[in-house]
Every structure is written in structure tokens, then in C-alpha cells.
């Protein structure tokens, strides 16, 4: 079945340090991709998405890049803030018609240090 | 305007007991969605309403799992004869149509004793 498949955590960095999350998917048809953010005490905040392969999400500084060839969908940002501390979530989108149920990552924990 | 609220926003009860989850969506969305997130996992999918569509009910994970909706509003999620198991933050959201950005609430902490 559909998958996906993220970099464990926690991740720990210093301000304005360079940052990478890992996001690998499996799906039989052509999902779209989901990044997610819960920030402390707060829900779940779409952050970004990619619709079709190519395709670049961004948002806050941070991007992704719907990668068919390596099935992948990892974010970036060039220069982290204290603010960015929060959980980051992946998921994807099966194309299977009109139902959008969302297929997640384990969530991957960011800490800032200023 | 008002986002998804979910209600009580902590559940603590004992082995054995019924349960009662809700969920207010943002209004005019007509998709809602339950998902289970236990600690240290991603989140599960359990059930989806759309419009006056019958409900995918494929990620209950057993028949101990109900959920309702009323038109395009209010929708409780029921848990009967709940297990340790079942303890986990169960988070709701909505979007406008099937192919929407989802939109979650707080979510509700339920602890099982």
C-alpha cells in the first residue's frame, strides 16, 4: 500500500543553520505531497504541497521539490529561525478518486537553539 | 473566522467505558475527517464524510469505532468499550470538497485507564 517514509528525529540545530528533512513516499498512482507543521500547544498547519511531479512547494522559507524519479519530497530551508521549532509531518495524497484521506510520516521534531 | 474546534479537548476514562468525541468544522466545508495519532506514530485515517455521500469508514479500526455527521456540521466520533489501546489524540479537520486543503482542529487527548 501507499507509504511514506521520513527522517527520524529529533533534529537539534542553531540559528540560521542549514536545514533538511527527508521525505520518501510509495504510491501506485500520482499523489500529491504534503508538508505539515504543528508548532507547540498549536494544530496542524498545512506548510506546503506539490500537486504533480516537478512541482515546488513554498512557504516561510521553507521548500520542497516533488521528485517522481527518487519518489522524494524533502524540505529545506536555508536559514533556520528559533520560531521554526516544531514537528514536521509528510504525507501524501493517493490518487484514488474524490477521497483526499491523507497517508502520513511519523513526524520529524526540530529544535532551534538561538 | 473560527477554525475547527474539537471537544472535550482532554478525556481521561476507565477501561470498558463509552466515549464521545466532537468535532465543530469550519462552516460551508463539506469534507470532515477523523484521525488517530498514538505517541510516537504517524497519524491513522478512520473515517470520511463528504456531503450527502455514504461515509469511507475503511480506517475504523474495529467495530468498537463509530462516527456520525450531521448535513454538513457537527460530527461525533464514538468509541465503545474502550481499551488501553485506544488511548491517543484523535484529530478532526475539514475542507471545502474532497480535494481541499485540510484544515485540523487541537485535537482530543484520550487517555484510557
Known amino acids: 500500500g501507499d507509504s511514506v517514509t521520513q527522517m527520524e528525529g529529533p533534529v537539534t540545530l542553531s540559528e540560521e543553520a542549514f536545514l533538511t528533512i527527508n521525505c520518501t513516499y510509495t504510491?501506485?498512482?500520482?499523489?500529491?505531497l504534503f508538508w505539515y507543521v504543528q508548532y507547540p500547544g498549536e494544530g496542524l498547519q498545512l506548510l506546503l504541497k506539490?500537486?504533480?511531479a516537478d512541482d515546488k512547494g513554498s512557504n516561510k522559507g521553507f521548500e520542497a521539490t516533488y521528485r517522481k524519479e527518487t519518489t522524494s519530497f524533502h524540505l529545506e530551508k536555508g536559514s533556520v529561525q528559533v520560531s521554526d521549532s516544531a514537528v514536521y509531518f509528510c504525507a501524501l495524497s493517493p490518487n484514488a478518486g474524490n477521497n483526499r484521506k491523507l497517508i502520513w510520516g511519523l513526524g520529524t521534531s526540530l529544535a532551534v537553539n538561538p | 473566522g473560527a477554525g475547527v474546534s474539537q471537544s472535550p479537548s482532554n478525556k481521561v476514562t476507565e477501561k470498558g467505558k463509552d466515549v464521545e468525541l466532537r468535532c465543530d468544522p469550519i462552516?460551508?466545508?463539506?469534507?470532515l475527517y477523523w484521525y488517530r495519532q498514538r505517541l510516537g506514530q504517524g497519524l491513522e485515517f478512520l473515517i470520511y464524510f463528504q456531503g450527502n455521500s455514504a461515509p469511507d469508514k475503511s480506517g475504523l479500526p474495529s467495530d468498537r469505532f463509530s462516527a456520525e455527521r450531521t448535513g454538513e456540521s457537527v460530527s461525533t466520533l464514538t468509541i465503545q468499550r474502550t481499551q488501553q489501546e485506544d488511548s491517543a489524540v484523535y484529530l478532526c479537520?475539514?475542507?471545502?470538497?474532497?480535494?481541499?486543503?485540510?484544515?485540523f482542529g487541537p485535537g482530543t487527548r484520550l487517555t484510557v485507564l
Open positions: 504510491a501506485t498512482g500520482y499523489p500529491s
Open positions: 479537520a475539514s475542507s471545502l470538497g474532497g480535494s481541499g486543503e485540510q484544515f
Open positions: 462552516s460551508g466545508h463539506t469534507a
Open positions: 506539490a500537486t504533480k
